[in-house]
């Protein structure tokens, strides 16, 4: 950070001073939740994570010699719900210091993420855009239409609209009904937090939404912020930026490895077989979580002596069902051997997302987290027309029928369609089964929740979906809590043992420097999806 009015680490600090009494830190980016786990990638990685956020607040909380923390959000891009976990690290940090966090385009995340500090300053020329959440999804049905291309949709059930942008040409009944009850639920919490952060009343941060306001001066006036200034009118003599003051900060003190750790394992991504990827150009496939790497790592925690409980943090929106089903399977095998499983859920924990968690034995979940969509969803894209209107003519050769059934140039025959609807009915009946088991409910009533319905974090409590609402920090003192180990105890992000000449890790970072780790999508790869529609995004 490189602000000309603060000065730099070489310039002396006022007399009598030996240490600075207040630090600068910048918040910018999005915030994923963990450090990479191996060590090649995490020297390499450059994306502030909320991992390393925490860490750094604690150790700032620990600074005897420091008096407060100004908290500058720049180019802040994080959602809801890495915004809620941070409000809460600075809530912590708060308890300990004075905190003044400095908004200067003030959004409905950042303002929730700043109310963990003490105060919220911005410029008088601030921009407010506090003006409630929304969605919006493209249906693209009638433009394929247009040019020759339908799409089969199979779906378990109604609420199940995974496929339905491609489909359709509008937003049916039940997708509708089930979106605005989860903006209404963000919405209401959203309006809790800030609530109870700011001392007002729901009904007045309420009116945040209803009224819009359009100034730092009417924020002031509304009570959004504490007090209007410009950044120079913030800081002192004594101030410095957080890079200037690292080596005065003690490190977190931890229990002893001997009294055993947590192990931390990511299901970030699409979730699919093989090996995880990390594609530099989302269109081809972006960020996948292999139901190979997931597995190997929870062998690893289950295998190593001094792990004691393994949280899995899950930041998914689904995808194969046979991918998600072999993860869940090696969950309920940690769980048999006594290592308490704590499943964490980021800002998407759904379908498939959902399914590998259900074997947990307890599970946190944000209130701003899109979870549920228990459901199941099949489908091809169908160029019969667009095949005709070029000129192509794909002839093929098969002796059943179902050998072709995943084949574009046609539509399922009847045949085909009874197969694939028989297939995700069983694997329905499987993803309700799994979720009542682990979740001590009636397959019937999981039958209700589901219906590949979403719901938010908080409407998943209330319906027994998750056990308490929180982040990876309650996650882990909870697996601390179930396992015996104290709070504190080291934490680790198990991954799958190197196999090979080269470390695994090597092996995958070359693989990716090469650019060789290209996916095309789900098909045909896995015919039956647990799948969240991509297109959701909570604005």
Partial sequence: MNLPFLKKSGDALPQGVSRPTWVVLDLA???????????????????????????????????????????????????????RAIRDALARLSEHKRTVAFVSS????????????????????????????????????????????????????????????????????????QLTR??????????????????????????????????????????????????????????????????????AGRAGRRAGRVAVVPVVGTIMT????????????????????VVAALKRAGQDEQTKAVVLYVD??????????????????????????????????????????????????????????????????????????????????????AGLIYSPSRPFSASQRELMERSIEEVYDRFTARVAQGRGLTQERVNELGRGRIWSGQDALQHGLVDELGDLHTGIRRACELSGLPYGAPTWTATPKARGPLPEFVQEAGREAAGLTLTAGLWPESGVLMLLDSDLRVR
């Fill in 29 to 83: 980016g999005d915030y994923p939740a963990l450090n990479p786990g191996n060590p090649l990638a995490a020297l390499l990685n450059r994306q502030e994570t909320l991992e390393g956020l925490t860490a750094r607040l604690e150790r700032l909380e620990r600074a005897e010699w420091l008096h407060g923390v100004l908290v500058r959000f720049g180019a802040y891009s994080a959602g809801l719900a890495t915004s």
């Fill in 106 to 177: 003030l959004g409905m995340p950042n303002l929730l993420a700043a109310s963990g500090a003490g105060e919220i300053v911005s410029p008088e020329s601030a921009e407010v855009n506090v003006l409630g959440l929304g969605m919006e999804v493209t249906y693209l049905g009638a433009f394929l239409k247009r040019h020759g291309v339908t799409f089969e949709n199979l779906r378990i059930r109604e609420y199940k609209s995974a496929l339905t942008r491609f489909s359709d040409d509008q937003m049916d009944p039940h997708n509708r009904e």
């Fill in 182 to 251: 989860l903006l209404d639920s963000m919405e209401g919490s959203w309006a809790e937090d800030l609530a109870a952060a700011r001392g007002l009343s729901v009904d007045a941060v309420r009116g945040w939404l209803d009224h819009p306001v359009s100034s730092a001066t009417a924020a002031l006036q509304a009570g959004l912020i504490d007090r209007v200034a410009y950044e120079d009118e913030l800081v002192g003599p004594a101030t410095r930026p957080m890079g200037a003051v690292l080596d005065l900060l003690k490190p």
């Fill in 274 to 293: 093989g090996r995880s990827q990390r594609n530099p150009l989302p269109i081809f496939g972006g960020v996948t979580a292999g139901s190979d790497t």
């Fill in 316 to 401: 998914s929106g689904g995808g194969s069902a046979l991918a998600s089903d072999l993860i869940w399977r090696e969950v309920s095998v940690l769980e048999g051997l006594g290592k308490p499983v704590v499943a964490v859920m980021g800002g998407v924990a759904a379908s498939g997302g959902y399914y590998v968690l259900a074997g947990a034995r307890h599970v946190v979940a944000s209130p701003y987290t899109i979870t549920g969509s228990i459901g199941v969803v099949s489908g091809k894209p169908v160029l019969e027309e667009f095949n005709r209107r070029q000129g192509l003519n794909p002839e093929a050769v098969t002796r059943h029928d």
